[in-house]
């Protein structure tokens, strides 16, 4: 005799949370917890991030790493102030797209030289000839350092990068740092 059972499948209906099943949860968008360019307290989320899916292990970091005051949590890659500050992206000139973000210290400054800005720029006197404009940028560095692009394919020798262990223990290297080997600026 045949017998005819109602087929058990994965609905649709339930989320489960294999990867590639039918009605996996959605993934929430990881956005930027503060407007750049703005102040940020200590201890304050400012971008949360995912992995990226790359082919080896340095091109799967995440697309914001931590910079000056800013600390990320190895697991999750969210991105935290460690003091208070205006938090700022910083942009590699090797690689835009690896970036940093950075918080300042002192707000007041960068209040004051925004100002200052602002008034000079009223009166015409402001020049574009700026670090901080994204289009000239590439030429201020060929401009203060033409040859930036040799010193930074050239691979230290492993006698620059890690530091001679006989020094520490004469006490004339405060510590042990090897240089990393991965370095962007």
């Known amino acids: 005799m045949l017998r005819i059972t109602p087929s058990r499948y994965a609905s649709k209906v339930t989320a489960g949370n294999a990867k590639n099943q039918a009605g996996s949860p959605r993934q929430k968008a990881k956005l930027f917890h503060v407007i750049p360019g703005t102040p940020v307290t200590p201890v304050e989320k400012l971008k949360e991030q995912r992995r990226r899916f790359g082919q080896d292990r340095y091109s799967r970091q995440p697309e914001y790493r931590p910079g000056r005051n800013v ?104 510590s042990l740092r090897p240089l990393s080997r991965y370095s962007y600026e």
């Not at 000139?93 to 973000?101: A, M, Q, T, V």
């Not at 007041?108 to 008034?119: E, H, I, L, W």
Request: hydrophobic fraction near 35%.
């Open 71 to 174: 600390r990320m949590d190895p697991n999750t890659f969210t991105l935290y102030a460690t003091t208070k500050g205006v938090m700022t992206i910083r942009t590699s000139r090797i690689n835009p797209s690896y970036k940093w973000l950075d918080v300042e210290p002192d707000i007041q400054k960068v209040y004051r030289s925004r100002c200052m800005r602002a008034a000079l720029q009223a009166r015409g006197k402001a020049s574009m000839m700026v670090a901080g404009n994204v289009h000239y940028r590439a030429e201020l560095d060929h401009v203060t350092e033409p040859h930036w692009r040799e010193r930074v394919m050239r691979v230290p020798k492993a006698t620059e990068r890690f530091q001679d262990p006989n020094y520490f223990t004469r006490g004339l290297v405060p």
